[in-house]
């Protein structure tokens, strides 16, 4: 709805649109006036008619951009994504995407079971946060188990483990009871310990746009990034950097943190579990993260920590288009219901059924 637009941008709008309504009658006029001689004048108004109708048409091609059009995109550059989040996303009053209320104490005899992760949890992209994993398993819960759990999302876009970790303990410092948490692992969560992502976030940042039109508009600044996508490998590629990562320091800054949080879980008797969600935009014969899922599935083991590499699972389906759209390899919803599937049918078996591990 044009509402949820800048007011600054309506004001813009509406100024241009005012403008155009003047030169169009001030043309037709002037073209009117001079079409017995057919001269100069008369081939200027012509020309400007001919401008007119050009930027007339842009002029419906920004407004549907501004006020139909909503898509995400991988990085949130471009104002259509921006306008995305205000659109789809809400907030309940912990500031977290959850329907849910998320109370500090619950009923005697019920469990908290937690999700908690980046993007990839949040559900970048996913318009009805009911079409997430972590929704779609409190539902199946509830009508499996009815008045067992309370399930609740925590989480960011953006965080990365050590934020992650950070999370956890003060939710649970401030005396909120977790049972059950499924940490959800995205594979840039190592990206604190690894410099070539903080410069890439900073290469990243010098690219926004100086020319107005192509910073305030819809349509130009989506074209803009959409080149630029193109262009830059730091976009184009999405954390390629990153398989190196799992085998050098930053993996073992990752493990220190990973080792962390089991720690004050085990200590609050907290029960953590991990998900492995794969990238999903070049799984397939080209997928180059097999060494990060091999580091992580292995610290759980030696950790003993229950854990789900989601990627064996995703990989048959990798042809049926599950990201949510070419320029964001964010899990769509159908990525989200086989997530949910699997970790009903595996990590969270127990849960389902009644029978501890």
Same mark, same amino acid.
């Given at each position: ?219 130009? =600044? ?14 184009? =590629? ?120």
């Amino acid at each position: 709805m044009p509402f949820d637009l800048p007011e600054e941008y309506l004001l813009g709008m509406a100024a241009w649109l005012a403008a155009g309504a003047v030169c169009f009658v001030a043309l037709l006029m002037l073209r009117r006036r001079a079409r017995k001689k057919r001269g100069f004048a008369w081939r200027l108004a012509n020309a400007g008619l001919g401008l007119w109708v050009f930027l007339a048409a842009m002029t419906l091609v920004e407004l549907y951009f501004a006020v139909v059009y909503d898509q995400s995109d991988s990085f949130n550059m471009t104002k259509v994504s921006q306008h995305w989040f205000q659109r789809h996303v809400r907030l309940n009053a912990d500031g977290f995407r959850d329907d849910q209320p998320f109370p500090r104490s619950i009923p005697p005899g019920m469990k908290r079971l937690c999700f908690v992760g980046d993007s990839f949890t949040f559900g970048q992209g996913i318009k009805d946060p009911a079409d997430r994993f972590s929704d779609r398993i409190r539902r199946r819960l509830e009508s499996t188990r009815p008045g067992a759990f309370l399930v609740n999302y925590v989480g960011d876009t953006g965080i990365h483990v050590r934020l992650v970790a950070n999370l956890v303990e003060k939710t649970v410092e401030r005396g909120y009871q977790i049972d059950y948490l499924v940490y959800t692992i995205c594979l840039n969560d190592i990206e604190l310990y690894e410099p070539e992502v903080v410069r890439m976030q900073k290469r990243l940042d010098g690219q926004s746009p100086r020319f107005f039109l192509f910073r305030e508009s819809y349509f130009l =600044n989506m074209l803009y990034f959409r080149i630029l996508q193109a262009r830059l490998p730091d976009v184009r =590629n999405y954390y390629s950097m990153l398989p190196d990562s799992y085998r050098g320091p930053p993996w073992q800054g990752m493990h220190r943190t990973l080792e962390e949080l089991r720690k004050f879980c085990q200590s609050h008797n907290i029960e953590l579990r991990i998900v492995i969600f794969p990238f999903l935009h070049n799984l397939g014969k080209e997928y180059s993260f097999d060494p990060a899922h091999e580091q992580i599935s292995s610290y759980c083991r030696e950790a003993g920590l229950a854990c789900l590499d989601l990627k064996p699972v995703l990989l048959p389906h990798a042809g049926e288009g599950l990201t949510v759209n070419r320029f964001d390899p964010h899990p769509n919803e159908r990525a989200h219901k086989i997530a949910a599937e699997a970790m009903e049918q595996d990590l969270l078996a127990d849960l389902f059924t009644g029978r501890s591990k």
